[in-house]
């Protein structure tokens, strides 16, 4: 039979897979890595700024799902400050599907006996927009309009 005391030792001692080893023993400062590089910002601004030609934006906006890029310059609504339109977009999939826009809606009320029934209407034919989703994970964004602006409204901003 096993003795008590060494099983209770062989319990609380770590095993090769618990015990822990700090990272930055192993690490070599020394050496660069090789996927380094210290001007990729600059870099990335620049790409920016030169697709942007001179103008300010409010805001970049990010897919919420995947964080892909769709947008580099747009102008912030008025009234909603969580939405945003833009003319040039990246990364973006515009759908067949019409949808009625949202905020774009009449309401009539109908009386039927006693109860109140509240019915939506699209004024006309118009107004139909159609849906504008992420083209890496396919997350409903926004809409496009007729006059061929993006409205986004469910999107990530971040400052530019």
């Given at each position: 039979?096993?003795?008590?005391?060494?099983?209770?030792e062989r319990m609380h001692s770590p095993t090769?897979?618990?015990?822990?080893?700090?990272?930055?023993?192993?690490?070599?400062?020394?050496?660069?890595?090789?996927?380094?590089?210290?001007?990729?910002?600059?870099?990335?601004?620049?790409?920016?700024?030169?697709?942007?030609?001179?103008?300010?934006?409010?805001?970049?906006?990010?897919?919420?799902?995947?964080?892909?890029?769709?947008?580099?310059?747009?102008?912030?609504?008025?009234?909603?400050?969580?939405?945003?339109?833009?003319?040039?977009?990246?990364?973006?999939?515009?759908?067949?599907?019409?949808?009625?826009?949202?905020?774009?809606?009449?309401?009539?009320?109908?009386?039927?006996?006693?109860?109140?029934?509240?019915?939506?209407?699209?004024?006309?034919?118009?107004?139909?927009?159609?849906?504008?989703?992420?083209?890496?994970?396919?997350?409903?964004?926004?809409?496009?309009?007729?006059?061929?602006?993006?409205?986004?409204?469910?999107?990530?901003?971040?400052?530019?």
């Amino acid at each position: 039979m096993e003795d008590p005391q060494k099983k209770d030792e062989r319990m609380h001692s770590p095993t090769n897979s618990q015990q822990t080893v700090s990272d930055d023993d192993e690490i070599d400062y020394e050496t660069r890595p090789e996927f380094y590089d210290s001007d990729l910002d600059d870099k990335d601004e620049s790409w920016v700024t030169n697709k942007r030609k001179g103008r300010t934006t409010d805001a970049v906006l990010s897919c919420p799902a995947c964080f892909t890029t769709l947008c580099l310059d747009c102008q912030r609504h008025e009234i909603y400050v969580t939405q945003y339109r833009a003319m040039f977009v990246v990364n973006c999939e515009i759908k067949e599907k019409t949808v009625a826009p949202v905020g774009g809606q009449k309401r009539r009320k109908k009386r039927k006996g006693r109860d109140s029934v509240v019915a939506d209407e699209v004024s006309s034919e118009s107004e139909l927009v159609r849906q504008v989703c992420c083209s890496v994970c396919s997350t409903e964004v926004g809409v496009f309009d007729k006059d061929e602006v993006y409205h986004f409204y469910d999107v990530l901003p971040s400052e530019s």
